[in-house]
Nanobody, 125 residues
Framework: QVQLVESGGGLVQAGGSLRLSCAASGRAISYYAMGWFRQAPGKEREFVAT????????YYAESMKGRFIISRDNAKNTVYLQMNTLRPEDTAVYYC??????????????????WGQGTQVTVSS
């Protein structure tokens, strides 16, 4: 079993930045694909970004390209999401997820086996 714990969320003004962290425990996630998703109030959960096992490949939802950066430190068993130029519409609970069967890139939440509890990000206008 892998436990994922997100942190780094909070309240920020539009145009600001936040860095989310996802710390894994229980097993090493070095060979797992990792992803970030988010869910805004009244909306379905949506894909944000994914990173392959080595960190050499990443993929983003269109509205996050150029603003968000996903990265990982396998030595620390941690994945990060740097969020820049935040907008009020980025307000959501952000979740990290792990795919234990593959180290590739996945944008579908159905491909992920483990999920964190989420961290709230609120962007004020």
């Amino acid at each position: 079993q892998v436990q994922l714990v997100e942190s780094g969320g909070g309240l920020v003004q539009a145009g600001g930045s936040l860095r989310l962290s996802c710390a894994a425990s229980g097993r090493a996630i070095s060979y797992y694909a990792m992803g970030w998703f988010r869910q805004a109030p009244g909306k379905e959960r949506e894909f944000v970004a994914t990173i392959n096992w080595s960190g050499g490949y990443t993929y983003y939802a269109e509205s996050m390209k150029g603003r968000f950066i996903i990265s990982r430190d396998n030595a620390k068993n941690t994945v990060y999401l740097q969020m820049n130029t935040l907008r009020p519409e980025d307000t959501a609970v952000y979740y990290c997820a792990a795919n234990r069967y593959s180290g590739s890139l996945y944008y579908s939440e159905n491909k992920y086996d483990y999920w964190g509890q989420g961290t709230q990000v609120t962007v004020s206008s």
